[in-house]
């Protein structure tokens, strides 16, 4: 020490394992030593599920990646969304329960009256019926019926009503063509992401995206441990015409501009709704009753399923029902005054263009009342803009993708690599399916120079065409 230097006060300080140093309040800490946040670890770049992995059939068609489309660079588009333009129905058709694709054109929508008895004499019977006791949902239902019908061209069903009812509709000017599933699925995604696994088989023929949805499960079974009364309330309160006995289901197309984009969106139909009929007497009305509860269950009826390519056969009937009376049928046990109307039936609705929302109130099957909900589409698109108009960005990002590709490739969500990625892929055009015929092609579409990579290979020996039905578990 220098002389002249004053003496430092020694501190007398005992440590001991339990004591802990906290640095005072007042103390003003360097910056540079203060750990800073660490972003999120992105998520693992895409690359193939391994052989025997649960997500391996998401790869099945696919060759080489092409590039990713994430959440962060989907954003709204420019022009707002809106319904004041109204729709254009392109077609109708009901698939029939038959060994071979058959659909009826133009079909007929299932006659319903919530306050009424039908039976396949007497559609129109107005004799209150509540409370009944239904089944619950037994067996097995299709997510796509259109894709079991037809799993080689799924919108063959769609095409084949549209040539006979309006064989000289052009589609140059339609941007997008997909299931009302699949829009609602992205309309998900492009909010928080989605947690379901699905692939997209995207093909652009001149200007128009065709975009195939599939899960890997398009059969599920009803659950024992969470037993539902949706389809059981359909069938218990529907009944097709005397003709129309063997339908399967109804399904229609329509047309309408979504933003900058017009989009034809193919979805089914549960019923058509009309609240006013006659009333009959008392014994006509326990006669009908009687014979009405004998059929009811919540046994769905599958159909056949059809595993060949074979062209869809058509058989002309119906009438078809006025727009207006289009009408989405759900069942609840909770009053509707504490829950409100579901997400999904609001989008159903929207994407689908239906005005009528029934819901069948019950207590474990023990249906009580129902409530007829009109929706209102200008009012709920309005509050939903952004992520409406996501959708339309994300539409020109997939089509811009896929031309740059070869005007066919695959976009996949798989979760378990993010949740808010989706990737796309060349596929291996073998086995891939052309999502039109080339007679609907030339039928619906002006022939353009840049549209010759319309056609795809097609296999020509047992083993390829086992060799597309991809991994055990699979239906295509």
Request: charged share 25%; glycine share 6%; proline share 8%.
């Amino acid at each position: 020490m220098e002389a002249g230097t004053p003496p430092i006060a020694s501190l007398d300080i005992k440590l001991d394992a339990n004591t802990v140093l906290e640095p005072d309040e007042n103390d003003d800490l360097d910056p540079a030593l203060e750990e800073p946040e660490l972003p999120p670890p992105p998520p693992p770049p895409p690359a193939k599920a391994p052989k025997g992995s649960p997500l391996e059939w998401l790869y099945f068609p696919t060759r080489g990646l092409a590039g990713t489309i994430t959440l962060d660079e989907i954003l709204p588009s420019t022009v707002p969304i809106t319904t004041t333009g109204g729709f254009e129905t392109l077609c109708s058709y009901n698939w029939v329960d038959t060994k071979d694709p058959t659909i009826i054109v133009p079909g007929k929508w299932i006659q319903v009256n919530l306050t009424d008895i039908y039976t396949p004499e007497s559609p129109h019977v107005s004799s209150p019926v509540f409370p009944v006791r239904l089944k619950r949902d037994i067996g097995y239902t299709f997510c796509d019926l259109n894709r079991a019908k037809a799993p080689r061209q799924p919108f063959k069903g769609l095409f084949t009503a549209l040539a006979v009812m309006s064989p000289n509709t052009k589609l140059d000017d339609v941007d997008v063509i997909l299931t009302r599933g699949a829009f609602q699925t992205l309309h998900k995604f492009v909010k928080s992401g989605c947690s379901t696994a699905f692939i997209l088989q995207m093909n652009v023929i001149n200007k128009t995206l065709i975009l195939t949805y599939r899960e890997e499960k398009n059969k599920r079974a009803s659950s024992r441990k969470s037993p539902s009364w949706g389809h059981a309330f359909e069938e218990g309160f529907t009944a097709y015409d005397d003709d129309l006995k063997e339908s399967l289901a109804h399904h229609r197309a329509i047309k309408y501009q979504f933003g900058s984009l017009k989009v034809a969106v193919l979805h089914e139909v549960d019923a058509s709704y009309s609240a006013s009929f006659g009333s009959p007497g008392l014994v006509e009305y326990a006669e009908r009753k009687a014979k009405y509860l004998e059929k009811r269950s919540g046994a769905t009826n599958l159909g056949h399923l059809v595993q060949s390519n074979q062209d869809v056969a058509v058989r002309r009937f119906g009438t078809g029902t006025a727009a207006e009376n289009v009408a989405e049928m759900k069942a609840t046990q909770k009053p509707l005054a504490l829950t409100g109307v579901p997400n999904e039936a609001k989008t159903q609705c929207w994407f689908g263009r239906t005005g009528t929302l029934i819901f069948g109130i019950h207590e474990n099957g023990i249906f009580k009342k129902h409530s007829v909900k009109q929706f209102e589409f200008e009012p709920w698109c309005q509050n939903a803009q952004e992520p409406l108009q996501k959708v339309v960005s994300l539409f020109e990002k997939f089509r811009e993708q896929t031309r740059r590709i070869g005007n066919c490739g695959v976009a996949i969500l798989n979760p378990k690599s993010s949740r808010t990625r989706l990737e796309i892929w060349t596929p291996i055009r073998a086995l891939v399916f052309k999502p039109v015929s080339p007679d609907s092609f030339y039928r619906h579409w002006t022939f353009q120079n840049d549209s010759t990579n319309y056609g795809f290979a097609q296999p020509k020996d047992r083993r390829r065409k086992q060799e597309l039905r991809g991994p055990a578990g699979i239906i295509r």
